[in-house]
């Protein structure tokens, strides 16, 4: 199994531009987590989804950010406008829902905002 | 809501010594309990988990964590650290929540290790 992956692994933007980052999740997995990493807040939850329905958004910082999953074999996070403090590491992961098991996480996209 | 706390940011031990790294969580059912690890650039791995059963669980690259309820605690061990251990090792703890089971995680504790 070639894991969860994300693309692209580094994004250097302007403030102000659209930023789109993308995640294959395991075949077969049903959950799908969008996690956000910076050094002042740790791992953040952003939103999650099962059958490639949102249950939990509350994660989500503000607006400019949405995530959509229109299959289950793709998801995607995006930040319009992108701003300076959205810098950060952005993590996909998956799991089988409705048993207790682990996450699998991607590599993750470095989105640098300058 | 469940919550975990590392209370060590770094620790550094030297080569070849032994390996404590200390996790407590609150949540108020039984808790699932899971450590990962995280090198430099790359995303987390599981290294064990605890859902029922034997308290002392073992895990991938001779690590064991033991869970003790009256302590809330979790940590993970290691008997003999080696060089290629230095990273980010995080502690995690699974609630069930519409459907899926969601990670909560700490804040992680970096291990450094001294040749």
């Known amino acids: 199994d070639a894991g969860v992956i994300q693309s692209p692994r580094h994004e250097v933007t302007e403030m102000g531009q659209e930023v789109t980052l993308r995640c294959k999740p395991i075949s077969g997995h049903n959950s799908l987590f969008w996690y956000r990493q910076t050094m002042m807040r740790g791992l953040e939850l952003l939103i999650y989804f099962n059958n490639n329905v949102p249950i939990d958004d509350s994660g989500m910082p503000e607006d400019r950010f949405s995530a959509k999953m229109p299959n289950a074999s793709f998801s995607t996070l995006k930040i319009q406008p992108s701003e300076p403090r959205d810098s950060a590491v952005y993590f996909c992961?998956?799991?089988?829902?409705?048993?207790?098991?682990?996450?699998?996480f991607g590599q993750g996209t470095r989105l640098t905002v300058v | 809501a469940q919550s975990v706390t590392q209370p060590d940011i770094h620790i550094t031990v030297s080569e070849g010594a032994s390996l404590e790294l200390r996790c407590n969580y609150s949540y108020g059912a039984t808790p699932y309990l899971f450590w990962y690890v995280q090198s430099p650039g790359q995303g987390l791995q599981l290294l064990l988990k605890?859902?029922?059963?034997?308290?002392l669980v073992q895990g991938i690259k001779g690590f064991e964590a033991e869970f003790k309820r009256s302590q809330s605690s979790f940590n993970l061990r290691k008997p003999s650290v080696h060089w290629s251990d230095a990273a980010e090792y995080f502690c995690?703890?699974?609630?069930?929540?519409?459907?899926?089971?969601?990670?909560?995680f700490g804040r992680g504790t970096s291990l450094i290790v001294h040749p």
């Open positions: 605890y859902f029922s059963g034997d308290t």
């Open positions: 992961a998956s799991s089988r829902s409705r048993s207790v098991s682990e996450v699998f």
């Open positions: 995690a703890v699974g609630a069930q929540t519409g459907g899926s089971y969601i990670p909560t």
